[in-house]
């Protein structure tokens, strides 16, 4: 049973840096290209970064691209997001997710907000 477990998250204020995490259990991790997802209150949710499964290949969203970079750590499941000089419109729940076998598994979010 695919699980992501996200984390990470908080308030923080604009110009400040967050790390979120996303442990997985339940697939081949290593074999899975991941990504990172958020949804602003009344918008889409849209895709913020990706990464390869092998973490050599890595896309980013024209709004972030520069601020913010994902990673990941096979061994211990775990694909991270490192968010820096943020901004009050990356204001949003953040999700991770994986797509196995045509099906989309996606995290419970976490919550980041940035406000001063």
């Known amino acids: 049973q695919v699980h992501l477990v996200e984390s990470g998250g908080g308030l923080v204020q604009p110009g400040g840096s967050l790390r979120l995490s996303c442990a997985a259990s339940?697939?081949?991790?290593?074999?899975?290209?991941m990504s990172w997802y958020r949804q602003a209150p009344g918008k889409e949710r849209e895709m913020v970064a990706s990464?390869?499964?092998?973490?050599?290949?890595?896309n980013y969203a024209d709004s972030v691209k520069g601020r913010f970079g994902i990673s990941r750590d096979n061994p211990k499941n775990t694909v991270y997001l490192q968010m820096n000089t943020l901004k009050a419109e990356d204001t949003a729940v953040y999700y991770c997710?994986?797509?196995?076998?045509?099906?989309?598994?996606w995290g419970q979010g976490t919550q980041v907000t940035v406000s001063s």
């Open positions: 997710r994986t797509l196995r076998a045509g099906n989309n598994y």
């Open positions: 339940g697939f081949a991790f290593s074999t899975s290209d």
């Open positions: 990464i390869s499964n092998t973490g050599h290949t890595t």
